[in-house]
């Protein structure tokens, strides 16, 4: 039932959120760290965003800006190490806290407490309006690209701000899509290198078959539902999709940070 729930994510997420250009990791980390450890579910969620967005690259790649890609991605590449090393150096922090309820022992711990709290902060920005409309100026590019860049290393949450830097860049729709596209692959390429340094060298028994398993389902999915999304997905303006996903968001944040989850 858990890795339907996973299949069930992935395959929603990536339809809905090819247009837009963000969600997939946002959505699925949470519903990966509900069957393994946090470090392990954002490393196990870099790969299917990376393989879901080589899958559209080869969609839709070629219409990529070479300009806007340089100012922007190179600065997020950076960035995605000193995030991706973070995230890490976190995992390694000892349990700041535990309480007791309903006859059950909880833990609170660095690496959940901050990426539930990254998790409820961006499910509250999907909530606001106000954020929806966030431009910035194309001039704040690379600005754009290490804040999108760090928070991507640190847990997957890249996407909202490449959108709102790259809006603003003065592409096509086509040219917005690819070259988000191809920022994020190369952010999940930085960042999946240092997640995989850590775990090849250190927590290589938390990589088991089940592991390899939910993620080849959750990839498969995901191409499936950005297919179909590239088919039969013109505009997605599901506003109502968008508030049922941030308020299960902000749960599971926050399930994370209190040690429920």
Not at 61 to 78: E, K, N, T
Not at 150 to 163: D, H, P, V
Not at 193 to 201: A, D, E, I, N, R
């Amino acid at each position: 039932m858990d890795i339907l729930f996973v299949a069930l994510v992935a395959f929603l997420a990536s339809g809905l959120t090819l247009f837009s250009g963000f969600g997939l990791g946002t959505i699925l980390m949470p519903a990966f760290a509900l069957l393994m450890p946090v470090e392990v579910a954002i490393g196990a969620t870099a790969v299917v965003h990376l393989a879901n967005n080589l899958f559209k690259l080869a969609l839709v790649g070629r219409r990529a800006d070479p300009r806007v890609l340089l100012r922007f991605a190179v600065p997020a590449a950076l960035a995605a190490v000193l995030g991706a090393l973070l995230l890490v150096r976190l995992s390694d922090l000892p349990t700041i806290a535990t309480w007791t309820a309903f006859g059950s022992e909880h833990r609170i711990e660095a690496l959940p407490l901050a990426i539930g709290t990254l998790i409820a902060a961006f499910a509250l920005l999907e909530l606001s309006p106000a954020f929806a409309r966030l431009q910035f100026p194309a001039r704040f590019l690379p600005l754009g690209g290490l804040v999108s860049g760090f928070f991507g290393g640190l847990s997957g949450n890249q996407g909202a701000f490449r959108t709102a830097f790259l809006i603003k860049a003065g592409l096509s729709k086509e040219a917005f899509i690819a070259t988000g596209v191809v920022a994020a692959v190369i952010v999940d390429v930085t960042r999946l290198s240092v997640y995989g340094l850590s775990h090849f060298t250190r927590d290589f028994a938390d990589l088991t078959p089940d592991v390899w398993t939910v993620v080849g389902v959750a990839a498969l999915c995901a191409f499936l539902g950005a297919f179909i999304g590239s088919r039969i997905l013109k505009k997605v303006t599901l506003r109502g999709v968008q508030i049922t996903v941030a308020a299960t968001m902000l749960a599971l944040g926050i399930g994370l940070a209190l040690g429920l989850i």
